[in-house]
């Protein structure tokens, strides 16, 4: 198969950070190489010098840890060690993303220095790395499994491991944090006493476990436990082809789905270079626009239901069931969509898409209005929203949050604007943002931005062409018309060849990223020239926020907690995967 | 009153048509009574349950069987819908709010993830929550639509109406398992 080939000279932003380096200490011991992204190659000896410089330089200050990715090289020719940790970095004041890999060299006992005292936000992605690859962080504060069982024998993600190993679980086996054990000396005149919310509490919307120490009403310390939803996505893409991993993406965001399909096919198609038409493209935009509005409309009725709304749950569900019939008359499925394929769209969309699209866009917006009478002003609303959960915005930058969260707390950052892909940068749209930081800000910001997704659609409708095809011809990725495979031969082997191989994309790695309903929604695939991914990786934007979540809420009320979690806009199947 | 009328042997009138009286067995009429007064606990995981809070709202409202008294707490429920893919790590959890409902008690399994594992032939998934606790009703779909889901339903609701039991001795055997 083709093999990577590296470019001889660096694009401008690997150039320029080579240059920065070599006046550091650090030259000889980082290589700069340029892939899709500008990217740092490192041993663990010099990973924690180089990521505290990568931070503090004036001219670099990739201040936002995006992700951290293990990654097993056992069955991959031309690395030189087994394991690797990949992260991913975003500038937010020059607006660039940046990988580093470090390069672990002991295959028996993977170690490397944690960098959450660098950036907090890598203390819940190592525990996955710990977790699924075995990567140990030396110098971690809590480095214990987060996505599997406590009982879990072996790192799952290996490529060693049978995808299918389980391991038996008990109520027994549970590790409760240590702290739980003992009793507060500090406390106060009151007694503390220590709760369990969760697993299954309705107010955790999905599967999320909350253990906390009370003083009085008072949280004064938290531990969220997560994985409850772990279904092993990143194993399950290494055993299917690129295509049959999109239904898996459905699965992840299920709320705004097909945003995630969106990003995924993204990624494939960067890596096989297709061009989609403009039809298609405009499509993909005007549905997860409305998929971000179906994302919102749950996200800020299941938070009002907990503060005791139940109306305007009810209320909100309504736009969301007609977004369902839009869905559902493209593709015939309401929820976990797999409209998407590499290279295009499974089907071209109804005759009167164009004239449902208008119709919501004439029926969304009064409910929005009744909405924010309902709420804006209303006197329980404000006093559970205003001034809870509050998050500054260097919190929220060193937590690694993105998206309405971080918009909330005054930073302007979407990857629409920050880096337009398809159609963004041709239309006239506003990013919202709040500069409070509290639970009343994020939802202002949600409802804003549900307008703005409509003030989108409206001009993407306006330039979608009436016809034409909404997938690429290129039969090396999308099947060929299901006519033609009936009547020549050549469409029936390319036809074959994809539904038997798959699509062959060429080996290299690639990290693409798009705006999802809650955030940074990045995907990173490895491939090695085969039928699918050898190694996929998602950047669930909610995971961060969850990470975020036992901090914000030290020392508020049990009520603020709940009030907090769900405008955090956790989505069990993104956050555990 | 096509529910009691249809259901229980009765007499009727020959002159108004009325239902003046009827007969019955205690059985038949607390059946009856149950089916139409089901409070469902929804264990929702994941994707399900978002086709189960489409099920529960004004569109398809699930009210108009009797089951619209959601309920949070296992003591106060009857009828428990797992909504979701249910993983090894949560099956304990599953098993002890199943033990804590009172009896009578049914189980509605919605989607294939809960049936059977789904397309997640995966190293943390539960293969099926019939390994776990004794399935009535199986709901196939990826989610099921809201009309698969009350199709579901009314299926349990005839086989409360018919006395008809749930085999679970796999789950049996699972429950014996886990240490006290």
Not at chain 1, 70 to 85: H, Y
Not at chain 1, 140 to 163: M, Q, T
Not at chain 1, 289 to 312: K, Q, Y
Not at chain 1, 390 to 408: D, F, H, K, N, Y
Request: hydrophobic share 40%; with cysteine.
């Amino acid at each position: 198969m083709t093999a990577v080939v590296e470019a001889g000279a660096l694009s401008a932003a690997a150039e320029r950070l080579r240059r920065l380096l070599s006046r550091t200490p650090l030259e000889s011991s980082v290589e700069v190489k340029d892939l899709d992204l500008p990217t740092l190659e490192v041993g663990p000896e010099s990973w924690l010098a180089l990521a505290k410089w990568l931070r503090d330089e004036p001219e670099c200050r990739y201040d936002l840890l995006l992700d951290l990715a293990g990654v097993d090289n056992l069955r991959r020719r031309g690395r030189e060690t087994r394991f690797e940790s990949v992260a991913h970095l975003l500038s937010l004041t020059r607006n660039e993303h940046l990988r580093v890999k470090v390069l672990v060299p002991d295959a028996e006992d993977p170690v490397l220095p944690s960098a959450a005292g660098i950036w907090p936000a890598a203390d819940w992605y190592e525990r996955e790395a710990f977790d699924l690859f075995g990567l140990r962080f030396t110098g971690h504060p809590n480095l214990k499994r987060i996505l599997c069982h406590d009982a879990f024998v072996g790192h799952p993600l290996r490529k060693d491991y049978a995808p299918g190993q389980r391991w038996m679980f008990t109520d027994a086996d549970m590790e409760w944090p240590e702290w739980t054990k003992q009793t507060d000396e500090r406390a106060g005149h009151f007694e503390t006493q220590t709760i369990s919310i969760g697993p299954a509490h309705p107010a955790t919307h999905g599967i999320v476990h909350l253990i906390a120490r009370l003083d009085g009403e008072r949280i004064v310390r938290a531990e969220t436990k997560i994985g409850y939803l772990h279904r092993c996505f990143e194993k399950m893409s290494e055993t299917h082809t690129w295509n049959q991993v999109i239904p898996f993406t459905d699965r992840l965001n299920y709320i705004s789905a097909m945003i995630n399909g969106i990003a995924y096919v993204r990624t494939v198609e960067s890596m096989l270079g297709v061009e989609i038409p403009e039809r298609g493209r405009l499509v993909r935009t005007i549905l997860s626009e409305f998929n971000r509005i179906m994302d919102h409309c749950v996200d800020i009725g299941a938070n009002l239901v907990d503060i005791g709304a139940l109306t305007s749950f009810w209320y909100y569900y309504q736009p969301r069931e007609q977004i369902y019939d839009l869905i559902e008359a493209c593709c015939g499925a309401r929820l976990t969509v797999s409209y998407v394929r590499v290279g295009g769209l499974a089907i071209d969309v109804p005759e009167d898409f164009d004239a449902r699209c208008r119709r919501l866009l004439e029926t969304i917006p009064p409910f929005l209005d009744d909405m924010e009478r309902l709420i804006n002003n209303n006197r329980i609303a404000r006093n559970r929203l205003q001034g809870t959960g509050v998050m500054t915005r260097e919190q929220a930058i060193a937590w690694g949050i993105t998206g309405p969260m971080l918009r909330s707390c005054g930073v302007p950052y979407d990857v629409r604007r920050s880096r337009p892909y398809d159609f963004y940068d041709r239309f006239d749209w506003d990013v919202p943002i709040a500069t409070d930081g509290d639970n009343f800000s994020r939802y202002l910001v949600r409802m804003e931005e549900m307008r703005q997704s409509l003030k989108i659609i409206r001009q993407a409708l306006d330039i979608l062409p009436d016809k034409g095809a909404v997938s690429s011809d290129d039969w090396h990725v999308v099947l060929p018309p299901k006519d033609a495979v009936y009547h020549d031969m050549e469409s029936l082997i390319y036809h074959f060849k994809l539904v038997m191989e798959g699509i062959r994309v060429p080996a290299g790695e690639r990290y693409e990223w798009v705006e999802g309903a809650n955030g940074e929604l990045g995907f990173y695939a490895i491939s090695t020239g085969g039928g699918g991914p050898y190694r996929l990786k998602v950047r669930p934007p909610c995971f961060p926020n969850m990470a975020a979540f036992e901090k914000i809420i030290l020392g508020g009320t049990i009520s603020d907690a709940i009030a907090t979690l769900g405008t955090l806009n956790v989505i069990a199947g993104e956050l555990d995967r | 009153m096509s529910g009691p009328v249809s259901s229980l042997p009765s007499h009727a009138s020959a002159k108004s048509g009325v239902a003046d009286f009827l007969t019955t067995r205690v059985e038949v009429a607390l059946a009856w009574a149950r089916k139409n007064s089901l409070w469902p606990f929804p264990f929702a995981t994941a994707c399900c349950g978002i086709e189960f809070m489409s099920v529960v709202s004004s569109h398809y409202d699930l009210s108009r069987f009797g089951a619209e008294f959601v309920r949070f707490t296992p003591r106060q429920s009857d009828l428990l819908i797992v909504a979701g893919t249910v993983t090894d790590k949560l099956a304990p959890t599953l098993r002890r709010i199943y033990d804590e409902m009172p009896e009578p008690k049914w189980v509605i399994s919605m989607g294939v993830c809960a049936s059977s594992g789904g397309f997640y032939r995966a190293y943390h998934v539960t293969q099926g929550i019939d390994e776990i606790v004794p399935v009535d009703v199986y709901v196939p779909g990826c989610p099921p639509t809201p009309e698969e889901l009350l199709h579901g339903f009314l299926e349990l609701q005839k086989k409360i109406q018919s006395g008809e039991k749930s085999r679970d001795s796999r789950s049996a055997k699972w429950a014996a398992s886990q240490p006290v």
